[in-house]
């Protein structure tokens, strides 16, 4: 339970941003199973958009630009989370599009941050400790964004096509900007060049910038001969060095499975690994993805890492 107001630790904050079925959700809701809701709470702020689906229709703007959300309620929830305050959220129902009923919200010892924009504005990016961007290749994304909103959503896919051209100017001008503040942009995607049988997982490209202080993985590569994962120098988008982790997803499981037990090994957790990593979605028959297990790992490292920091 929350401790009384002023007396609470404050906890580690973690944010994932990124397009519309960019693979947020799938991500967080791994990172939740880890370690539990009783150490975890995780938010949408994709619920606090000002209109519902049936008012947006009438609007000059789709939910991705900022005057269709509560930006700055969300900025005031921010920071009351990173101080260790409860919140009252709204809630906007994906399935229906409508806005229901707001919910009281607890942070945990750990606070995961995930939606369209969460590293929108200085004062949202100032309430984290680790950034991430989820960047797929656009086609890629689009796929996954067919497959979830017809499935989920009630749409057909040619009015998920259209809404994805009308809300491409606004995902240049307003998500995609956001990459630039993430201590760490992960893309999930095909390697090039490789003709892998079907069914065979995306890789992983995991750029590691050194705005945050990173594990030192020279072991773990050493472990797994460089076959399942490797490090090398990369340019970003600006043109800075960046280190460029992969983790490649052609690799037989007995050869991920190298490379998840010497990370989890260095995160000093007391239980095995967890099941849960790597899984593409909820259900008995789940899909499971090394690449995705292993960009879990590392995303537990950094935040058990500043947890452990906080308490020193």
């Given at each position: 339970m929350?401790r009384?107001?002023?007396t609470s630790?404050?906890?580690v904050m973690?944010?994932?941003?990124?397009?519309?079925a960019a693979?947020?959700t799938?991500?967080t809701r791994?990172?939740?199973?880890?370690?539990?809701?009783?150490?975890?709470t995780?938010v949408?702020v994709?619920d606090?958009?000002?209109?519902?689906?049936t008012?947006r229709?009438d609007k000059?703007?789709?939910?991705?630009h900022?005057?269709c959300n509560y930006v700055?309620?969300?900025?005031?929830?921010l920071?009351?989370l990173?101080?260790?305050?409860?919140i009252?959220k709204p809630?906007?129902d994906?399935?229906t599009g409508?806005l229901v009923r707001p919910?009281?919200?607890?942070?945990?010892?750990?606070?995961i941050?995930?939606g369209?924009?969460?590293?929108?504005t200085?004062m949202?990016?100032?309430?984290f400790d680790?950034?991430v961007?989820?960047?797929?290749?656009?086609p890629?994304?689009?796929q996954?964004?067919?497959?979830r909103?017809?499935?989920k959503?009630g749409y057909t896919?040619?009015?998920?096509?259209?809404?994805l051209?009308r809300?491409e100017?606004?995902?240049?001008a307003?998500?995609?900007p956001?990459r630039?503040?993430?201590?760490?942009?992960?893309?999930?995607?095909?390697v090039?060049g490789?003709?892998?049988?079907?069914n065979?997982?995306?890789s992983?490209?995991?750029?590691?910038r050194?705005?945050?202080d990173?594990?030192e993985?020279?072991?773990?590569l050493?472990d797994?001969?460089?076959?399942a994962?490797?490090?090398?120098?990369?340019r970003?988008?600006?043109?800075?060095?960046?280190?460029a982790?992969?983790?490649?997803?052609?690799v037989?499981?007995?050869?991920s499975?190298?490379?998840k037990k010497?990370?989890?090994e260095?995160?000093d957790?007391a239980s095995g690994?967890?099941?849960s990593?790597g899984?593409?979605?909820?259900?008995a028959?789940?899909t499971?993805s090394?690449?995705l297990?292993?960009?879990?790992?590392?995303?537990?490292?950094h935040?058990l890492?500043?947890?452990r920091?906080?308490?020193a």
């Amino acid at each position: 339970m929350l401790r009384a107001r002023g007396t609470s630790r404050r906890p580690v904050m973690l944010a994932i941003a990124g397009d519309s079925a960019a693979g947020k959700t799938t991500l967080t809701r791994g990172l939740v199973q880890c370690l539990g809701e009783d150490r975890m709470t995780a938010v949408c702020v994709d619920d606090y958009h000002r209109y519902d689906r049936t008012e947006r229709k009438d609007k000059p703007f789709t939910a991705l630009h900022p005057d269709c959300n509560y930006v700055e309620i969300m900025e005031q929830h921010l920071q009351l989370l990173a101080m260790g305050e409860p919140i009252l959220k709204p809630v906007y129902d994906h399935s229906t599009g409508e806005l229901v009923r707001p919910e009281l919200v607890e942070p945990r010892d750990f606070v995961i941050i995930e939606g369209l924009l969460p590293l929108h504005t200085r004062m949202a990016r100032a309430c984290f400790d680790i950034t991430v961007y989820l960047d797929p290749p656009e086609p890629l994304r689009h796929q996954w964004k067919i497959q979830r909103d017809c499935a989920k959503r009630g749409y057909t896919p040619d009015q998920v096509r259209a809404e994805l051209d009308r809300r491409e100017p606004e995902s240049a001008a307003f998500i995609r900007p956001q990459r630039r503040w993430a201590d760490v942009v992960v893309k999930f995607a095909e390697v090039i060049g490789r003709d892998d049988p079907p069914n065979t997982p995306l890789s992983a490209e995991l750029l590691l910038r050194p705005t945050i202080d990173h594990p030192e993985l020279s072991g773990v590569l050493d472990d797994a001969e460089h076959r399942a994962m490797h490090l090398k120098l990369h340019r970003d988008t600006d043109g800075r060095p960046v280190d460029a982790l992969h983790v490649h997803g052609y690799v037989s499981p007995e050869e991920s499975e190298i490379v998840k037990k010497a990370i989890w090994e260095r995160l000093d957790v007391a239980s095995g690994i967890p099941r849960s990593l790597g899984r593409i979605a909820d259900g008995a028959d789940d899909t499971v993805s090394d690449p995705l297990a292993i960009t879990q790992l590392l995303l537990l490292y950094h935040m058990l890492d500043a947890d452990r920091r906080r308490a020193a």
